[in-house]
Every structure is written in C-alpha cells, then in structure tokens.
C-alpha cells in the first residue's frame, strides 16, 4: 500500500531554517516522483517543488527558488525539503505526495497527512 508520512514542521522566525522529510512506503522512490505542496490560511494548495524518482530531476515554484532544496535519500526511502530564508508568506501545512514531477495537485495519487510550518517572530 503506497503510504506517505511528512515531518519536521514547527514553529521558526523569519529568515530561519527547516527540514521536511517525507518517508514514503509501498513503493520505492526510483519509480515515481515525489511532489511537494503547501496550503496556506484560506488559500488553494499550490505545488512547491518535485524531484523526479527516475532521473533525480528536481524542479521548484518561482516563490520559492533559491531558497528552498528537494533532495532524495533512497537508500531511506526518504525525501527532503530544505527550507531557508523562511518568510511570513511561507506559513503553510506542507504535504508530500505520490505521482510524477510537476506541480499540479492533479497529477499526484497519493498524499501525507502534512506538516504545519509557521514562520512568526
């Protein structure tokens, strides 16, 4: 059963880091992507950034470039979402999910339970 499980949220002041991992199960990293997406107080979900399972692409949302990093353990079955540089407007519940590599909700199957990020002084 495919399953994936997000962690490391909390609670950070402006300009500080995080790490998310995503844990996946039921299936192995080499054979889909895994995407990233956040939703943020009374907004729509929007992607955030993927990394493709079968070549290691990785491709990330104009907001976020240059300070946010995805990366893949698959020895861990395990994929990574380093934060920096965080701002106010980054303050989301941040969901891995199952698919291909893109950043449309549409095309994932399967999603985490999401981590809560909260970027306040």
């Known amino acids: 059963q495919v399953h994936v499980v997000e962690s490391g949220g909390g609670l950070v002041q402006p300009g500080g880091s995080l790490r998310l991992s995503c844990v996946a199960s039921?299936?192995?990293?080499?054979?889909?992507?895994i995407g990233w997406f956040r939703q943020g107080p009374g907004k729509e979900r929007e992607g955030v950034g993927c990394?493709?399972?079968?070549?290691?692409?990785?491709y990330y949302a104009r907001s976020v470039k240059g300070r946010f990093t995805i990366t893949g353990d698959y020895a861990k079955n395990t994929v990574f979402l380093q934060m920096n540089s965080l701002k106010p407007e980054d303050t989301a519940v941040y969901y891995c999910?199952?698919?291909?590599?893109?950043?449309?909700?549409?095309?994932?199957?399967?999603w985490g339970q999401g981590t809560q990020v909260t970027v306040s002084s």
């Open positions: 999910a199952v698919g291909g590599c893109t950043l449309a909700v549409d095309d994932y199957d399967y």
């Open positions: 039921g299936f192995t990293l080499d054979d889909y992507g």
């Open positions: 990394i493709s399972g079968d070549d290691d692409s990785v």
